[in-house]
Every structure is written in structure tokens, then in C-alpha cells.
């Protein structure tokens, strides 16, 4: 049976008309592009999603958004969430990946991101997607893959992950 996918779990969360702005914090954010990961982590109730969603209306470059949550750990789940993130943006990238998904057998995660990642170096235009909640994520296969898109990832990739605890990357 296919994955009925909710739409609202891409959607960059609209900041509400009474936040409180950041704006040495939405600075550091900026700062942090230059690297593959940015890791913002703090316990519940801090504005993690407030702040990244404050910082993405700031800013020219394309964000992709992906909201978690505990289904998520089923790995070919999380990684049709994934490309289908990444799509809002690009929306002719993931054709092999999503392929790949409805195998008999699922391949390994490694498998399923390496035509991604191949994918994705071809763009130029600097890009970020954010992974809210990962905190949420405890299958290993998945953390092994988020590490192996961080150590190949393509330069215009950066990564933002909102926790409430340190992943296991």
C-alpha cells in the first residue's frame, strides 16, 4: 500500500505575530552555513523551530523543511519524506531513490542516498534543508545515513537539525 504523505509536515512553520526575535542567535545560524551541519539542540520549549523558522524568512536562499515524528523511524518512510522535502525545491530530483523504495527488498540506506547525493552535486545554488525534531529519530540506520549525507553531501547542501538531545552522528 503507498505512503499517504502529509503535506503539512514540509511546510516551514509561520512565526506567530508575537515571537520573540533573535537576532544574535539568527546571526550565528548565518554564520554556520559555510559548514555541512548545523546542530541547534536545547530541551523542549526553547524555540528551536522558532528560531530556524525566523532565520529561514530572513534569508534569499531555498529552504526544504522536514517536521519528524516517531513513524519517521521506518526507514523507507523517512527517506520518501526526505526526497519529497527536497523536491519542493527541486522537483525533478529523487526519481532513482524513490524507485529504490518500492523494491521488494529495501536497499541499504547508504544505496538509497548515493544516486541522491549524486543528484544534488549537480546544483549550484546553495540550499538548506531542515530535519525539526530530530531528537524523534532512534533507528540507526537512519542516523548512519544522515552521517554518510553530512561526510558526502555536496558543497551547496547545508544541513540544519533541530534537537532536544545530541544525535548519535
Known amino acids: 500500500m503507498p505512503l499517504t504523505l502529509l503535506q503539512t509536515k514540509l511546510y516551514i512553520p509561520v512565526l506567530r505575530s508575537q515571537y520573540v ?6 546571526a550565528k545560524l548565518q554564520d554556520a552555513t559555510t559548514v555541512p551541519l548545523t546542530l541547534v539542540a536545547a530541551p523542549a520549549g526553547f524555540g528551536k523551530t522558532t528560531l530556524v523558522s525566523e532565520w529561514t524568512a530572513q534569508r534569499d536562499q531555498p529552504v526544504a523543511w522536514l517536521s519528524l515524528d516517531d513513524e519517521d523511524n521506518d526507514p523507507s ?7 519529497v ?3 519542493t525545491l527541486y522537483p525533478q530530483l529523487g526519481d ?4 529504490a523504495l518500492h523494491a521488494l527488498q ?5 544505496a538509497l542516498l548515493t544516486p541522491l547525493i549524486n543528484e ?5 545554488e ?3 534543508l531542515v530535519l525539526d525534531d530530530y531528537h524523534l529519530i532512534t533507528a540507526q540506520p537512519i542516523h548512519d545515513a544522515l552521517t554518510f549525507l553530512v561526510e558526502h553531501g555536496p558543497p551547496a547542501l547545508h544541513l540544519i537539525l533541530t534537537t532536544r538531545i545530541d544525535p548519535p552522528l
Open 85 to 87: 522535502a527536497l523536491r
Open 21 to 26: 526575535a533573535r537576532p544574535a542567535v539568527t
Open 77 to 83: 518512510r523517512f527517506f520518501t519524506y526526505l526526497v
Open 106 to 110: 529495501l536497499p541499504p540506506p547508504i
Open 96 to 99: 532513482a531513490t524513490l524507485a
Open 126 to 128: 546553495p540550499f538548506t
Open 120 to 124: 544534488l552535486s549537480q546544483l549550484v
